[in-house]
């Protein structure tokens, strides 16, 4: 079996640094790159979205869904047409079955999101996905426990308390 060595590189996003600049991003093969950025207000931003956008942005029922889902998916378009080097107009997201967007391009693309923050992966030709979580350093050992015995089976609950 052989294994490839990636190159990763996380970057903190400043979207005004983005806007502001005529920056033009390059990635090449074995490289990810992952941005994080906070949130936003990008409200102004809702004509750039495409009409099938439109729909699934108002189909969330809470305004703040909205805004994370605006947000999100204008950044990534910017990122996206940084890569690309066209407008961010340009950048059109199709889906695959799954609803998991991708662009026509060799260039990959997945992100995720918090309550404060979004995540971006990108890669040339292989695909990718990104997770992210917010944690609470709040959580007790009785609030885990209890997840742990909705959410996991028998043995994995047993493993739990051997490591103790």
């Not at 990763?8 to 991003?25: C, H, K, M, P, V």
């Not at 990959?108 to 040339?124: D, G, K, P, R």
Request: proline share 1%; charged share 30%.
């Amino acid at each position: 079996m052989q294994f490839k060595l990636w190159e990763y590189t996380i970057y903190s996003l400043q979207i005004a640094f983005i806007r502001e600049r005529e920056l033009n991003l390059s990635i090449v093969s074995q490289e990810i790159h992952i941005w994080k950025a906070l949130y936003q207000n990008k409200m102004d931003s809702l004509s750039l979205l495409s009409q099938e956008e439109k729909e699934k942005y108002y189909s969330f029922r809470f305004e703040k869904e909205r805004r994370r889902f605006l947000f999100a998916r204008i950044t990534c378009k910017e990122l996206l047409a940084r890569y690309l080097s066209c407008d961010l107009r340009d950048v059109l997201f199709l889906q695959t079955k799954l609803g998991k967007p991708f662009i026509n391009s060799p260039l990959q693309f997945n992100y995720a999101y918090t309550e404060t923050h979004v995540v971006f992966a990108f890669s040339l030709e292989k695909d990718l996905g990104v997770d992210a979580e917010t944690i609470n350093e709040n959580f007790s050992i009785d609030e885990m426990q209890s997840m742990a015995r909705i959410f996991l089976n028998k043995k994995h609950r047993q493993n739990l308390n051997r490591d103790k």
